[in-house]
């Protein structure tokens, strides 16, 4: 019985040798691969339970525009969050039982204006340590919330957090260009194109806590500095880009254009873009907001705004907004491309500025009529008249010569077949026939710039090939990128694709189109005195909308003609005024854009005689001058003058001090004695009336004028008045200044196909 208690005993010792044997060989197989086999492994989980890892955002590199001005820069902001978890613990500890999830929603909802209830849900969620109350909250408001931590001891309850956003010191200005981001990056213009450099390289900052999460020193720590994004340098110049968008902004207004209005600034050699822009535009800083038109029609709809169609419109108009119409929006470019066609024409020795055509007012081409804008018919003269006279049937004449074959060739050469390249999204591609399919109505009617589409950037892109001397170069909006400290990273340089046509020809085309404006024979609504200007209005049709009667006016100038510089146009997309055409809804605003460029350029004007004596003179304040000294300063402006009363100091003066006149019919009455101008006249109406008809009424009512407007007004039959600043009927004294805006309204260049 005892020998087999002690055997029974030495076998449950063996078992548990046995058990403890295998249970110390599988620990220290454990333990050796835990700590020889896979180290490396258990080493970076142990790490990873007392590390933590806070990102370090990268600063986005500015946008300048070329002189360094900065259109798009980074301003800080601060996300103001809560920790619901907290708050409830806070609020389980509290020995008097204060809500504290009360008195954040309630504090935070007044200082941020956000819904009480919506804080307060976010406070009763279970383990939660993050929650966001609001986003880009400015530094005035943060300065309120931080007192309201400390005030109310919740510095482990509500936090603030530092963020970058990016801002527009120039609010709408070029924003089709510079683009907006969204929270993945550039979303629109430059900010998309350039986005990977824009961006940068987050850092990282890595520290050990140990058990009560408080830091503790550890050879893990890590610090990765962010590495901030390029800065882009824009060809853009501020400057100009303001005056393009407010002659744009005009134009729209004044054309009541349907559907936009579009225009480019550019450098015909480098290819640099100066301007670029479209009206109506955004707000770069609220990109989601819709401008006043917009607006209005989203109202006028009459949609339910929680309804499904409604916000279908509202993003179609805000699409429209944000749509650079200068890149992605293709229209029949009309008769400024007839620029082209004589090119190709010349160059090919296919005509000569001297050949002799005869136009009857239309021309049949295999069955189909083509009417020309002048119905009558312009008659038989040489080919350098009927082209600044926006001859059709000459041109299509030209390109006949020139044959299909050819024709298209230069089509192709001048980049219509193909994008710009340019550096900003969304480029089109152009709408044409193939060349298979290339016939003789084809050719004819493409010779005046209908039947197929392009883009406003091909378009000028194509004129500044002409304008440059016959190469065809690459349009960018980025002159470079710069580091942080300033220093060039990359250059974008200027890149010719190819000589199209030669110098001489193009020399002579520029030739011929500036005489056309200075003499009245072409487009003289894009005279500017003192400077040489070619220019080449178009009007074209649009035919793929219901409106059969929908135009699309444009006008392309290039300056200085005989030393090309810039090339400016502008389309107005459907004007919705009687006269529809580009030499008045878009011709004179190019003339005027010109008249600030060119001089802001550095470009010196050199007058003429005629034009020196048109030039405005502002009147000075004579008031207490000896009638010899005032007498004197009036002729010294090349003024005339009149002196009533017999004392021998001017009391009084009219037009008053600041007041422009033109030596040609400018007068300045000066008053002495006790004299005064007390006599009035009653404005006569001059609108609708040729403008020197105009100028001897308002003389021989004596009244002085001033004119804006078409300068070169008594070339041809003369231009029109278009408006009076002061209305008829209205008294005003004698020899005050009445401003009158002319234009010529006889310039025309539509065409019809029947």
Same mark, same amino acid.
């Given at each position: 019985?005892?020998?087999?208690?002690?055997?029974?005993?030495?076998?449950?010792?063996?078992?548990?040798?046995?058990?403890?044997?295998?249970?110390?060989?599988? *620990?220290?197989?454990?333990?050796?691969?835990?700590?020889?086999?896979?180290?490396?492994?258990?080493?970076? $989980?142990?790490?990873?339970?007392?590390?933590?890892?806070?990102?370090?955002?990268?600063?986005?590199?500015?946008?300048?525009?070329?002189?360094?001005?900065?259109?798009?820069?980074?301003?800080?902001?601060?996300?103001?969050?809560?920790?619901?978890?907290? /708050?409830?613990?806070?609020? $389980?500890? @509290?020995?008097?039982?204060?809500?504290?999830?009360?008195?954040?929603?309630?504090?935070?909802?007044?200082?941020?204006?956000?819904?009480?209830?919506?804080?307060?849900?976010?406070?009763?969620?279970?383990?939660?340590?993050?929650?966001?109350?609001? $986003?880009?909250?400015?530094?005035?408001? +943060?300065?309120?919330?931080?007192?309201?931590?400390? @005030?109310?001891?919740? #510095?482990?309850?509500?936090?603030?957090?530092?963020? #970058?956003?990016?801002?527009?010191?120039?609010?709408?200005?070029?924003?089709? /260009?510079?683009?907006?981001?969204?929270?993945?990056?550039?979303?629109?213009?430059?900010?998309?194109?350039?986005?990977?450099?824009?961006?940068?390289?987050?850092?990282?900052?890595?520290?050990?806590?140990?058990?009560?999460?408080?830091?503790?020193?550890?050879?893990?720590?890590?610090?990765?500095?962010?590495?901030?994004?390029?800065?882009?340098?824009?060809?853009?110049?501020?400057?100009?880009?303001?005056?393009?968008?407010?002659?744009?902004?005009?134009?729209?207004?004044?054309?009541?254009?349907?559907?936009?209005?579009?225009?480019? &600034? =550019?450098?015909?050699?480098?290819?640099? /873009?100066?301007?670029?822009?479209?009206?109506?535009?955004?707000?770069?800083?609220?990109?989601?907001?819709?401008?006043?038109?917009?607006?209005?029609?989203?109202?006028?709809?009459?949609?339910?705004?929680?309804?499904?169609?409604?916000?279908?419109?509202?993003?179609?108009?805000?699409?429209?907004?944000?749509?650079?119409?200068?890149?992605?929006?293709?229209?029949?470019?009309?008769?400024?491309?007839?620029?082209?066609?004589?090119? +190709?024409?010349?160059?090919?020795?296919?005509?000569?500025?001297?050949?002799?055509?005869?136009?009857?007012?239309?021309?049949?081409?295999?069955?189909?009529?083509?009417?020309?804008?002048?119905?009558?018919?312009?008659?038989?003269?040489?080919?350098?008249?009927?082209?600044?006279?926006?001859?059709?049937?000459?041109?299509?004449? &030209?390109?006949?010569?020139?044959?299909?074959?050819?024709?298209?060739?230069?089509?192709?050469?001048?980049?219509?077949?193909?994008?710009?390249?340019?550096?900003?999204?969304?480029?089109?591609?152009?709408?044409?026939?193939?060349?298979?399919?290339?016939?003789?109505?084809?050719?004819?009617?493409?010779?005046?710039?209908?039947?197929?589409?392009?883009?406003?950037?091909?378009?000028?892109?194509?004129?500044?090939?002409?304008?440059?001397?016959?190469?065809?170069?690459?349009? $960018?909006?980025?002159?470079?990128?710069?580091?942080?400290?300033?220093?060039?990273?990359?250059?974008?340089?200027?890149?010719?694709?190819?000589?199209?046509?030669?110098?001489?020809?193009?020399?002579?085309?520029?030739?011929?189109?500036?005489?056309?404006?200075?003499?009245?024979?072409?487009?003289?609504?894009?005279?500017?005195?003192?400077?040489?200007?070619?220019?080449?209005?178009?009007?074209?049709?649009?035919?793929?909308?219901?409106?059969?009667?929908?135009?699309?006016?444009?006008?392309?100038?290039?300056?200085?003609?005989?030393?090309?510089?810039?090339?400016?146009?502008?389309?107005?997309?459907?004007?919705?005024?009687?006269?529809?055409?580009?030499?008045?809804?878009?011709?004179?605003?190019?003339?005027?854009? *010109?008249?600030?460029?060119?001089?802001?350029?550095?470009?010196?004007?050199?007058?003429?005689?005629?034009? =020196?004596?048109?030039? +405005?003179?502002?009147?000075?304040?004579?008031?207490?001058?000896?009638?010899?000294?005032?007498?004197?300063?009036?002729?010294?402006?090349?003024?005339?003058?009149?002196?009533?009363?017999?004392?021998?100091?001017?009391?009084?003066?009219?037009?008053?001090?600041?007041?422009?006149?033109?030596?040609?019919?400018?007068?300045?009455?000066?008053?002495?004695?006790?004299?005064?101008?007390?006599?009035?006249?009653?404005?006569?109406? /001059?609108?609708? =009336?040729?403008?020197?008809?105009?100028?001897?009424?308002?003389?021989?009512?004596?009244?002085?004028?001033?004119?804006?407007?078409?300068?070169?007004?008594?070339?041809?039959?003369?231009?029109? &008045?278009?408006?009076?600043?002061?209305?008829?009927?209205?008294? &005003?004294?004698?020899?005050?200044?009445?401003?009158?805006?002319?234009?010529?309204?006889?310039?025309?260049?539509?065409?019809?196909?029947?």
């Amino acid at each position: 019985m005892a020998h087999n208690k002690l055997q029974s005993t030495n076998v449950r010792a063996l078992i548990w040798f046995a058990v403890m044997g295998v249970v110390s060989i599988c *620990l220290v197989t454990t333990l050796f691969a835990m700590q020889i086999i896979d180290y490396e492994k258990y080493q970076s $989980r142990v790490i990873d339970n007392i590390q933590q890892e806070s990102e370090i955002p990268a600063e986005r590199g500015m946008i300048y525009d070329r002189n360094m001005i900065p259109l798009a820069t980074n301003t800080t902001t601060y996300r103001v969050f809560i920790s619901p978890s907290d /708050i409830q613990n806070a609020e $389980r500890n @509290d020995k008097d039982g204060i809500k504290y999830s009360q008195i954040v929603s309630k504090n935070l909802s007044e200082i941020l204006e956000v819904d009480y209830n919506e804080i307060y849900a976010k406070t009763q969620k279970i383990n939660r340590k993050d929650e966001t109350i609001k $986003r880009n909250v400015d530094a005035d408001t +943060a300065d309120l919330i931080r007192q309201f931590i400390a @005030d109310n001891k919740l #510095t482990s309850c509500v936090y603030l957090e530092a963020t #970058t956003m990016r801002y527009y010191p120039y609010s709408s200005l070029a924003a089709s /260009i510079i683009g907006v981001t969204g929270t993945d990056g550039g979303l629109l213009g430059i900010e998309l194109q350039y986005n990977e450099y824009l961006t940068g390289t987050p850092g990282r900052y890595i520290t050990t806590k140990n058990a009560q999460s408080e830091s503790m020193p550890s050879e893990y720590d890590l610090y990765i500095e962010a590495k901030d994004g390029l800065s882009v340098v824009t060809t853009i110049d501020a400057t100009i880009q303001t005056m393009l968008e407010e002659q744009l902004e005009k134009t729209y207004y004044d054309s009541k254009a349907a559907n936009k209005t579009t225009g480019i &600034v =550019m450098n015909p050699t480098t290819g640099e /873009i100066y301007a670029m822009g479209t009206y109506p535009s955004f707000d770069l800083n609220n990109p989601y907001d819709l401008d006043e038109d917009s607006l209005a029609v989203l109202q006028a709809s009459g949609l339910d705004e929680n309804s499904d169609e409604y916000n279908e419109l509202y993003w179609e108009l805000l699409y429209g907004l944000w749509n650079n119409k200068a890149v992605s929006y293709l229209y029949e470019p009309g008769s400024t491309f007839k620029i082209m066609t004589t090119a +190709a024409a010349l160059e090919e020795n296919a005509v000569e500025f001297s050949t002799v055509f005869t136009c009857t007012g239309r021309l049949k081409v295999s069955g189909t009529t083509i009417k020309c804008h002048l119905t009558s018919g312009h008659g038989t003269a040489t080919f350098d008249k009927l082209l600044q006279k926006s001859c059709n049937p000459t041109i299509m004449n &030209v390109a006949a010569r020139l044959g299909a074959s050819k024709f298209y060739s230069y089509f192709e050469s001048f980049g219509y077949t193909s994008k710009t390249g340019i550096d900003l999204p969304g480029e089109a591609s152009g709408l044409y026939v193939a060349l298979s399919g290339f016939n003789s109505v084809e050719l004819a009617c493409y010779s005046f710039g209908q039947t197929f589409k392009t883009t406003l950037l091909q378009q000028v892109t194509a004129i500044s090939t002409v304008a440059n001397g016959g190469r065809l170069v690459k349009p $960018r909006v980025v002159n470079s990128l710069i580091d942080s400290d300033g220093n060039t990273v990359v250059s974008y340089n200027t890149e010719y694709k190819k000589q199209v046509v030669s110098a001489d020809v193009c020399k002579s085309i520029m030739s011929v189109l500036e005489k056309g404006v200075s003499n009245g024979n072409g487009v003289k609504n894009a005279y500017v005195a003192g400077y040489k200007v070619a220019a080449k209005t178009g009007t074209s049709e649009k035919r793929d909308v219901p409106d059969k009667k929908a135009r699309i006016g444009s006008c392309v100038a290039v300056a200085p003609a005989d030393d090309p510089q810039v090339v400016a146009i502008i389309i107005v997309d459907e004007p919705q005024t009687s006269n529809r055409y580009g030499s008045t809804v878009a011709a004179p605003y190019v003339a005027a854009l *010109l008249e600030q460029v060119l001089p802001y350029l550095g470009i010196e004007r050199q007058y003429t005689e005629e034009e =020196m004596s048109r030039i +405005a003179k502002k009147v000075g304040n004579y008031r207490g001058y000896s009638v010899e000294k005032a007498v004197s300063a009036v002729e010294k402006l090349g003024l005339g003058y009149e002196i009533v009363g017999d004392g021998k100091t001017v009391t009084s003066q009219v037009p008053a001090a600041g007041e422009t006149l033109t030596n040609i019919n400018g007068k300045v009455i000066l008053y002495t004695g006790g004299a005064t101008g007390d006599k009035m006249v009653k404005v006569p109406d /001059i609108t609708g =009336m040729n403008v020197t008809t105009a100028i001897r009424l308002l003389q021989s009512k004596n009244l002085n004028v001033l004119i804006e407007g078409a300068q070169n007004y008594n070339q041809g039959s003369g231009a029109t &008045v278009i408006s009076q600043s002061v209305e008829k009927d209205i008294q &005003v004294h004698e020899w005050e200044v009445i401003t009158i805006v002319c234009r010529y309204l006889d310039d025309s260049d539509e065409t019809v196909v029947e």
